[in-house]
């Protein structure tokens, strides 16, 4: 017997999982625009009647009934609608084992085709009470992503797999995340000088450990507002802030929008 396995594949399989901030089924009017801002999600948009056109600084690309848009996650991204747009739509995130999503990187629209029969049929499925038919529609999404990954040969911007020193950070930190871990708190648990992780996480991620601290407690923060039901003074407990009004200041300075002005953002359909 020959045996051949691959040890990183259960761990990345099973901390891979696409997570559905919103979706909806919608049918639009002339109230569908906004100008370009970056998203923390990406957005699915399944068409299957109408027309309508999203854009950003650099590029635009017209909806129309037969395809599937995506339109990732730290993109600028606006929409508007020449007439109608009717369309199964879905926010999504894939967070990396290092903390970042998967999409981070993918810096342009893009469209494959999908029939209109197929989209009905998960309109179906997602406006469903049923179990199962929420399995199926999941599957589907999945498949979506992957197909777009395929069809444009996209590679993560972000490493995979990091050195010892620097794997035993990451995971300390993300099991202790808060606004009060220090990079000294790090070095400590990893036997190394500031200064050597410090250059190792510059290395490895291309940014200081105390830079990869603040990066993760502010993705942790968006994904707490998008993915959960907390309020904005309870994140800011469990995130170890000292109030929250400290957390909405530094939030905002992080992300040009308040915490509050944030979550609303992931009902736009």
Same mark, same amino acid.
């Given at each position: 017997?020959?045996?051949?396995?691959?040890?990183?594949?259960?761990?990345?399989?099973?901390?891979?999982n696409?997570?559905?901030?919103?979706?909806?089924?919608?049918?639009?009017?002339?109230?569908?625009?906004?100008?370009?801002?970056?998203?923390?999600?990406?957005?699915?948009?399944?068409?299957?009647?109408?027309?309508?056109?999203?854009?950003?600084?650099?590029?635009?690309?017209?909806?129309?009934?037969?395809?599937?848009y995506?339109?990732?996650?730290?993109?600028k991204?606006?929409?508007?609608?020449?007439? !109608? =747009?009717?369309?199964?739509?879905?926010? %999504?995130?894939?967070? #990396?084992?290092?903390?970042?999503?998967?999409? $981070?990187?993918? +810096?342009?629209?893009?469209?494959l085709?999908?029939?209109?029969?197929?989209?009905?049929?998960?309109?179906?499925?997602?406006?469903?009470?049923?179990?199962?038919?929420?399995?199926?529609?999941?599957?589907?999404?999945?498949?979506?992503?992957?197909?777009?990954?395929?069809?444009?040969?996209?590679?993560?911007?972000?490493?995979?797999?990091?050195?010892? !020193? =620097?794997?035993n950070?990451?995971?300390? %930190?993300?099991?202790? #995340?808060?606004?009060?871990?220090?990079?000294? $708190?790090?070095? +400590?648990?990893?036997?190394?000088?500031?200064?050597?992780?410090?250059?190792?996480?510059?290395?490895?991620?291309?940014?200081?450990?105390?830079?990869?601290?603040?990066?993760?407690?502010?993705?942790?923060?968006?994904t707490?507002?998008?993915?959960?039901?907390?309020?904005?003074?309870?994140?800011?407990?469990?995130?170890?802030?000292?109030?929250?009004?400290?957390?909405?200041?530094?939030?905002?300075?992080?992300?040009?929008?308040?915490?509050?002005?944030?979550?609303?953002?992931?009902?736009?359909?």
């Open positions: 017997m020959k045996l051949s396995q691959q040890p990183l594949f259960p761990i990345n399989a099973s901390k891979s696409i997570s559905i901030a919103a979706g909806g089924f919608v049918i639009t009017d002339e109230r569908w625009h906004r100008e370009p801002v970056s998203d923390p999600f990406s957005r699915l948009y399944y068409v299957t009647d109408g027309s309508g056109v999203i854009y950003s600084d650099t590029e635009s690309m017209k909806l129309e009934p037969g395809y599937v995506l339109a990732p996650c730290g993109s991204f606006g929409h508007y609608g020449t007439d !109608s =747009v009717e369309k199964l739509y879905f926010h %999504i995130g894939m967070i #990396l084992p290092n903390g970042y999503d998967f999409l $981070d990187g993918f +810096d342009h629209f893009s469209r085709p999908w029939p209109i029969e197929h989209t009905q049929k998960m309109t179906k499925w997602y406006l469903s009470d049923d179990f199962t038919d929420h399995l199926l529609l999941k599957g589907e999404i999945d498949r979506t992503v992957m197909a777009f990954v395929e069809a444009e040969k996209y590679t993560p911007i972000h490493r995979m797999k990091y050195s010892a !020193s =620097v794997t950070a990451i995971n300390f %930190i993300r099991k202790n #995340l808060s606004a009060s871990l220090s990079v000294q $708190d790090v070095a +400590d648990h990893t036997l190394c000088s500031r200064g050597r992780l410090s250059s190792a996480f510059k290395e490895e991620l291309g940014q200081s450990t105390a830079r990869y601290i603040e990066n993760l407690l502010m993705i942790r923060a968006q707490m507002l998008l993915y959960t039901d907390y309020t904005i003074g309870e994140i800011s407990t469990l995130l170890g802030f000292c109030d929250q009004f400290y957390f909405s200041r530094r939030f905002k300075q992080y992300f040009s929008l308040s915490p509050k002005e944030y979550r609303k953002r992931k009902e736009e359909p």
